[in-house]
């Protein structure tokens, strides 16, 4: 993921080179607490195609949607497996709050027209990237529907 797009993560591909295995373990783990979901979807040979992932990272501001990444040959919407793995992301969001926000940068054209077309809207709000002072992350929400349960 870091290798395919930087500008999608906040750690460098040499300081994730650097992370052992007991803190990929403890990352790892962090996407089953409570409060979060992830999803991946995983090819017989046990390749994994793509991840997503959210969590709520304070009550104020409902569920997060971060560590978003499709494998080039599975992208687009012919194959479904963005959406599917959105689908699951928002299921979960709809019951925890309701609106999901993320944060992307400004450069990332690809991931915005993904995130637009689906029906996440820019709020107006941006941030600092945090490996380039130079650059933003821009914030986009969508409100969600609680599903039943
Ligand atoms: C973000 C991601 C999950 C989106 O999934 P996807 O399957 O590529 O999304 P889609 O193909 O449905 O939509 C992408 C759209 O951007 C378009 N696009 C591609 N490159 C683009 C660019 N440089 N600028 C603008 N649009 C671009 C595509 O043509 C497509 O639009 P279309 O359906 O009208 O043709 C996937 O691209 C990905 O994993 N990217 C790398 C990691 C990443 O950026 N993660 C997001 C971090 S916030």
């Not at 959406?83 to 992301?89: E, P």
């Not at 299921?91 to 915005?112: D, K, Y």
Request: glycine share 10%; net charge negative; proline share 3%.
């Amino acid at each position: 993921m870091i290798s395919d797009t930087p500008i999608a993560c906040s750690e460098t591909e040499a300081d994730a080179l650097a992370v052992d295995e007991t803190e990929w373990r403890r990352r790892g783990a962090q996407g089953s607490r409570e409060g979060s979901i992830t999803v991946a979807a995983i090819a017989e040979n046990g390749n994994w195609l793509g991840t997503m992932a959210a969590y709520i990272a304070h009550p104020s501001v409902g569920p997060l949607f971060v560590g978003v990444y499709v494998t080039p040959d599975f992208r687009g919407t012919e194959l479904g497996l963005t959406d599917s793995l959105l689908s699951a992301i928002e299921a979960w969001a709809s019951n925890n709050g309701g609106r999901l926000t993320l944060h992307v940068h400004e450069a990332n054209g690809q991931a915005q027209k993904a995130y637009s077309k689906r029906g996440f809207e820019f709020t107006g709000h941006s941030a600092e990237y945090s490996l380039d002072a130079s650059s933003r992350e821009v914030e986009m929400t969508k409100e969600l529907i609680p599903t039943a349960v």
